[in-house]
């Protein structure tokens, strides 16, 4: 156990990542007017510094972590790049284990902020990777972030994000909080930090289907177009209470067609992103005019410029 509990002076920059914007969008001038949290403006661009930052720091602060530490994850997505860079910022050493195949972008911001990576076969997936990261926190004694399991992630975006949201919002009231679940930890959290402060709010789970796809090899709607959002694989997801939980689905072409729509107003985002804002129209429409939804915008599109979505501009 290691005794330091605070954070080295040098390292308080971490604490000090300020709220993100919280701006009202329109693409359609007959449509509605969502409240998106633009995340992408997070220091790695992804909402992911703030599960990254709470984990680590709670962690520190109990004594399980200290300068020059390991810490391991299992995340092809924005998990990993999150930790990545507050592990540089606190004196930490990360190592990420994710499946071959994982775009060049993302391997390569981690290793630029001094990240370890380690490739499981590709036929092993997301599951591989987890069992291969467990197995290194148990013979290295590194800390595993266990983000699918780890409540400090939900617990970030209830005292975090969904509290900067009540502030920033004119009329104080969330009526529906709209999104895609990777981990579920951002509607979780949405759902308890702003209904623990009396907002009558419908948590709206995003989700992204395409017609005759295929999961895990078995035939099923859910899409693997979206990336970071998956169906069923997060563990404290399984285990929420989300009273009232309203499912909306959208079509792949239409979440990446909206993230294309959205990148060409200003909002340079992922395709979760446009899942996201498609399905808060939905839960508008189903709400009426009067209702204040909000979702939230996770990431940058700079990520997915060797996939599908920048396609016509590849030329
Ligand atoms: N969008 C992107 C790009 C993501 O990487 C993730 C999480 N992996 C999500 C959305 C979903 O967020 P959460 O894990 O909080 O459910």
């Known amino acids: 156990m290691i005794k330091q509990t605070s954070l080295p002076a040098s390292n308080r920059f971490i604490q000090k990542i300020q709220p993100t914007p919280l701006v009202p969008v329109q693409l359609d001038p007959a449509g509605p007017s969502i409240w ?57 050493r990360f190592t990420a284990v994710l499946p071959e195949g994982v775009s060049n972008e993302r391997v390569w911001i981690i290793r630029a902020y001094g990240g370890e990576i380690v490739l499981v076969p590709k036929a092993q997936g997301m599951a591989g990777a987890m069992a291969h990261a467990e197995q290194l926190a148990e013979k290295t004694g590194a800390f595993f972030t ?80 979206i990336p970071g959002v998956v169906d069923g694989l997060s563990k404290l997801y399984r285990e929420a209470h989300l009273p009232g939980l309203i499912e909306i689905e959208i079509a792949d072409e239409l979440a990446l067609a909206t993230t294309k729509k959205l990148i060409r107003k200003g909002f340079p985002v992922g395709p979760s992103s446009g899942l996201n804002y498609a399905a808060a129209v939905i839960a508008a429409d189903k709400l009426g005019a009067d209702a204040t939804i909000v979702t939230v915008f996770p990431d940058r599109m700079e990520r997915y410029f060797s996939t599908e979505l920048f396609a016509d501009v590849q030329k």
Not at 48 to 68: F, S, V
Not at 153 to 171: C, D, F, V
């Open 146 to 225: 266990r983000q699918f399991e780890n409540k400090d992630n939900p617990e970030s975006h209830r005292i975090g994000t969904a509290k900067e949201i009540l502030q920033q919002l004119p009329n104080g009231i969330v009526h529906a909080a709209v999104s895609g679940v990777g981990t579920g930890g951002t509607l979780i959290g949405l759902y308890q930090g702003l209904s623990e402060e009396g907002c009558p709010v419908i948590p709206a789970l995003a989700l992204p289907i395409t017609v005759g796809g295929h999961f895990h090899g078995e035939c099923c709607s859910f899409s693997c177009r």
């Open 36 to 92: 998106c949290k633009l995340e992408f403006l997070n220091p790695s661009g992804s909402t992911k510094d703030r599960i990254a930052r709470y984990i680590l720091e709670k962690a520190w602060r109990r004594g399980e972590l200290g300068p020059g530490s390991s810490v391991v994850e299992a995340s092809s997505g924005s998990t990993s790049i999150a930790l990545a860079l507050a592990c540089a910022q606190m004196d930490l």
